[in-house]
Nanobody, 123 residues
Framework: QVQLVESGGGLVQAGGSLRLSCAAS????????MGWFRQAPGKQREFVAA????????YYAHSVAGRFTISRDNAKNTVCLQMNSLKPEDTAIYYC????????????????WGQGTQVTVSS
């Protein structure tokens, strides 16, 4: 069992930065791949970024590649999403998730989800 709690969301102007954190509980955190997803009002939840559990391989959605960076610290049971050069279209609720699979973009392959944190980017 893994419980996830996100933090770090807020309101920022376009071009600014935010750093999201996800704190995980559970002894097996280091064996899960971790991902970030987001959901904007009226839209489906979409993949943002993922990081493997073993070798820190990462994968990003095209819309955020080069602007966002995902990282993890297995000793601290945390995963972070550094978001730079934010755009109004990045506005959404951001969710942290854990998967038993290696690197997944499919939300259905994630076993555990946090409650989400709101990110709002003003123009």
């Amino acid at each position: 069992q893994v419980q996830l709690v996100e933090s770090g969301g807020g309101l920022v102007q376009a071009g600014g930065s935010l750093r999201l954190s996800c704190a995980a509980s559970g002894r097996t955190f280091s064996t899960y791949a971790m991902g970030w997803f987001r959901q904007a009002p009226g839209k489906q939840r979409e993949f943002v970024a993922a990081i493997a559990w073993s070798d820190d391989n990462t994968y990003y959605a095209h819309s955020v590649a080069g602007r966002f960076t995902i990282s993890r610290d297995n000793a601290k049971n945390t995963v972070c999403l550094q978001m730079n050069s934010l755009k109004p279209e990045d506005t959404a609720i951001y969710y942290c998730a854990a998967s038993r699979f290696r690197l997944e973009v499919n939300a259905g392959k994630y076993d555990y989800w946090g409650q989400g944190t709101q990110v709002t980017v003003s123009s």
